[in-house]
């Protein structure tokens, strides 16, 4: 069994490799997918809470086209949307810049996570070794009782079952087995 | 009309007032009689809140626009059907139609409360009857309905065309209802703390409401984002909106909630983390009604806006601050008598689905409040919307997803590894022989990858199950396959009713993936008899039609479909703009099939008759809106009352 799930795992590993990275396009023209990820990344200024690929306003379309444009001469990610944080705002990005105090809205969810987990982790086991120490004391308040069982059984007069089997019973008369 | 609306309002607020102190009066003093008429009076609201709700449907469908609340909401063009959505559509009405829903709720859980609970019962019939209150009081002082004009106008303003969809039908009372509904199991979970039944006996209420609610609440949100998806016009279904993530965050702790309530069904553990967890998202779902009234942040929804946001503000503070209270002084008596036996164990995948869920509804939370933080501490203007959410939220979905695949198939107490594993080979196997097909179909991104291979886990660990499960029922009790599978289900429902649900999240996770990741989005304007192509469909503008009624102007655009060259059919997008509310309703013309809609909406239509149109095309998303009837069968299987009688027959097939 682990072996097929080996084999699988290098089928999967060979083909991965073979797949074709995509091509880089020329400088005349722009790849859309950037230009739709790019898209997605700018609020539109005037409508609420939409990016620029949602809205249909004419302003939106305006912006694109700028985008575009610039995919176009070769700019970069970053330095179209810097163009337009220049011109609105840090607040027509759609998601805070992962840098300065910003860093704290990505990392904060990462920490509380860990964090979380961590707690979490340490708390059971808190709880299963007060369990286990439940259990050891448990023990000890039976003793007074184990004592009675042992003399009841001391004092039977039934007899073993069976004598080829190996005997599970191992109290015998005059045995005084120890309890510790 | 509008006066018995208003003279019944005031008595339901006398009456829940009374029902409230009469509880708490009759558990402090022991007196029976004062508790008897308290808990019959919560009947008694249902009747009175239901005439006021009457008064109110009357009043539309007379068209009083004496009262202000029916002239804003409907007008003489509007169609009768349409008093149900107008009813709830504006502040006011949506108030008395959840004070309606309480009452409705809150008599059936009382009516149907089990004897055990008797101890508790007047403490959880004072917290519903808080809340009554709280919504009764704000209509009655700062909200009510039944308002009058002092001049009559002649027409209303009509019902905002956003709303004229039959996906408006149930959307909002959904939420609304699930929203208000948590009352309910918080209700029960506080007044048994109050009563000093700190055992199990709020388990089986809390498990049946909650898993009720939460079914209530995921329609909402899947009908939500259907209407969003055909109406708003630009093909997507989530927003990140802060009024959808304060309905979507209860969703989720009320998710983690059924979960965790099951270890306490089974093995008496997470007393205190399941008391928490309801106080939790009663604490959201009254945020999420904060956030829906005056709150802060702009929202496409823009719904009822309204001052009352700080009313609203107040009663959060005192819903939460009040159950943790209530819960920390009595904290002492919930431990539970057993503990976690090992870190690989159903109990500990509970605690994992808990963490994650919990983790997604505090993301969610975060990056609703961060751009108040930023402004506060930076001075700075930051948006937080769908990017944000996408790569925080994104990675914790999938370890949840996969987690779902796992956790059904690990024992309880204690798992032996080794045989873990074994159970785990076939599924996992059957992900990488999957990931590898899509790689060789071209399909190279990493993040739909992953998730597929997750869904294939969860997929082929349910499978499985239902296979091994049928098989054996067929040898023990000679089934076909068809019955026994059936009786399968039967015979353990809760488990395959969840089941179910995990399918139906898989389909959901298919959609999102699909639309995400592959979809396909291209403007265009066309004039009469343009064409244009968008992957391998062609569409062609064949013919405009204008259509005018008394409050709107309709403009239908019809355009033929081609694939690959063959023609496929005829459809017809509209558009219809409300000049009164300056406002623009789109109905996309959507061709729908389970591996891809090819969508239409159009976006303008220009005066020389050509007319802007979006496309696009969006893979799998039929996937998630089918898995919406699928959440709630299998939240009905799951709810399904087991026969009493247990034989020794039933008992073997519960093995299986």
Redesign the interface.
């Known amino acids: ?1 682990p072996s ?2 080996i084999l ?2 290098g ?2 590993v060979v ?2 490799a ?2 074709p990275t995509s091509d880089s396009e020329s400088a005349e023209q722009y790849d859309e997918a950037e230009a ?1 990820n790019i898209d ?2 700018i ?1 539109c200024p005037v409508c ?4 620029i ?4 306003v004419p302003i939106a ?1 305006q912006m694109k086209q700028i985008v575009r444009d610039k995919l176009a001469a070769g700019e970069s990610r970053e330095a179209i949307l810097e163009y337009f944080v220049e011109r609105y ?8 810049p992962k840098r300065g ?2 860093l704290v ?2 990392l ?2 990462v920490v ?2 860990i964090g ?2 961590v707690l ?2 340490l708390a ?1 086991r808190s ?2 070794q ?2 286990v120490l439940r259990d050891m004391a448990d023990d000890s308040e039976l003793e007074p009782y184990l004592e009675v069982v042992d003399d009841i059984l001391l004092n039977s007069t039934i007899e073993p079952a069976t004598q080829d089997k190996a005997s599970i019973n191992p109290i015998q008369s005059g045995d005084n087995p120890n309890h510790g | 009309m509008g006066d018995l609306g208003s003279i019944t309002l005031w008595l339901a607020l006398v009456l829940s007032s009374y029902s409230m102190v009469g509880s708490l009066l009759g558990k402090l003093l022991k007196a029976r009689a004062l508790l008897e008429s308290a808990r019959k009076t919560v009947y008694l609201l249902v009747l009175v809140i239901g005439v006021s709700t009457a008064s109110l449907v009357a009043s539309f469908i007379t068209r009083d626009f004496e009262i202000s609340y029916v002239a804003e909401h409907s007008n003489l063009a509007m169609d009768n059907i349409y008093t149900w959505v107008a009813f709830y559509a504006g502040n006011e009405g949506s108030l008395l139609y959840i004070a309606f829903v309480l009452s409705i709720m809150s008599a059936i859980a009382v009516i149907s409360a089990p004897d055990k609970l008797k101890p508790s019962l007047p403490f959880a019939i004072a917290i519903m009857m808080v809340v009554l209150t709280f919504f009764l009081g704000v209509m009655a002082w700062m909200a009510n309905p039944f308002d009058k004009l002092p001049i009559i106008p002649i027409d209303g303003e009509g019902i905002n065309p956003l709303l004229t969809h039959f996906g408006m039908f149930f959307h909002p009372p959904a939420l609304m209802a699930g929203l208000i509904g948590i009352t309910i199991p918080t209700a029960f979970a506080i007044g048994s703390i109050l009563g000093k039944q700190t055992a199990d006996e709020w388990m089986d209420v809390g498990r049946i409401w909650g898993l009720f609610i939460w079914a209530l609440l995921a329609s909402g949100l899947l009908l939500g984002s259907w209407w969003a998806y055909t109406i708003l ?2 093909g ?1 279904f989530w ?1 990140w ?2 009024v959808e993530n304060a309905a979507f965050m209860p969703w989720l702790v009320l998710t983690a909630f059924i979960h965790s309530i099951m270890v306490q069904k089974r093995r008496g553990m997470f007393r205190m983390w399941n008391i928490a967890i309801i106080n939790i998202a009663f604490s959201l779902a009254l945020y999420g009604m904060f956030m829906n009234r005056g709150g802060p942040v ?3 929804h ?1 719904f009822g806006a309204s001052t009352l946001g700080w009313i609203f503000l107040l009663f959060l503070a005192f819903g939460t601050l009040v159950p943790f209270a209530i819960f920390f002084w009595r904290f002492n008596l919930l431990k539970s008598s ?4 090992s ?1 690989i164990s159903r109990e ?1 995948a509970f ?1 994992m689905n808990n ?1 994650l869920l ?2 997604i509804a ?2 969610t939370l ?2 609703t409040v ?2 108040l933080i ?1 402004r506060l ?2 001075q ?9 959410y996408d ?2 939220n994104g990675p ?1 979905f999938l370890a949840l997803i996969l987690l779902m695949g796992i956790g059904p198939l690990v024992p309880w107490r204690q798992a032996n590894i080794s045989a873990l594993l ?1 159970a785990l ?1 076939w599924p ?2 059957g992900a ?2 999957l ?2 097909l899509l ?2 179909l ?1 399909i ?1 991104e990493v993040y739909p990858l992953i998730g597929y291979g997750i869904g294939t886990v969860v997929a082929a660990g349910i499978g499985m199950e239902w296979i091994r499960g049928s098989c054996l029922r067929k040898r023990t009790f000679g089934e076909n396959y068809v019955v026994a599978f059936v009786r399968l289900i039967g015979a353990n429902r809760p488990r395959y009713g969840g089941y179910i649900v995990h399918l139906a999240v898989v389909m959901v996770m298919l959609g999102v993936l699909g639309a995400s990741f592959f979809n396909v ?1 291209k ?1 265009v304007v066309l004039a009469m008899g343009e064409s244009a192509e968008v992957g391998d469909y062609e569409i062609e503008y064949v013919d405009a039609k204008t259509q005018s009624r008394s409050d709107r102007i309709a403009y239908l655009t019809e355009l033929r479909v081609y694939r690959g060259g063959t023609y496929l059919e005829t459809m017809t997008a509209r558009r219809e703009f409300y000049p009164s509310f300056n406002m623009a309703a789109t109905r996309a013309a959507i061709k729908s099939t389970p591996v891809e809609d090819f969508y239409v909406v159009p ?2 239509n220009m005066p020389d008759g050509s007319v ?1 149109v ?1 496309i696009l095309i969006n893979p799998m998303i039929w996937w998630m809106w089918v898995a919406g009837p699928l959440f709630i069968m299998g939240t009905v299987v799951a709810l399904w009352p087991e026969r009493r009688t247990s034989s020794a027959l039933s008992d073997v097939a519960q093995l299986a």
Do not use: H
């Not at chain 2, 057993?338 to 036996?341: D, G, I, N, Q």
């Open positions: 069994m097929v799930l699988i795992m089928t999967v083909a991965y073979q797949t739709y997605s990344m609020m609420p809470a939409e990016t690929d949602q809205a249909q379309r705002g840090q607040n027509i990005l759609a998601a805070p105090f910003n809205a990505w904060l969810p509380v996570l979380s987990l979490a982790i059971l709880m299963k007060k369990e | 016009g630009w997507g927003f909106d802060p702009p929202s496409v823009s057993r503990s976690l036996e870190m500990a605690i963490l919990l983790g505090f993301v975060w990056g961060y751009p930023s501490i930076t700075q203007e930051i948006t937080v919307a769908r990017p944000f790569q925080v914790i074994k080979i996992f196997s990488f022989i990931i590898g790689l060789l071209g190279n989005q403007d976006s303008e802007g979006r």
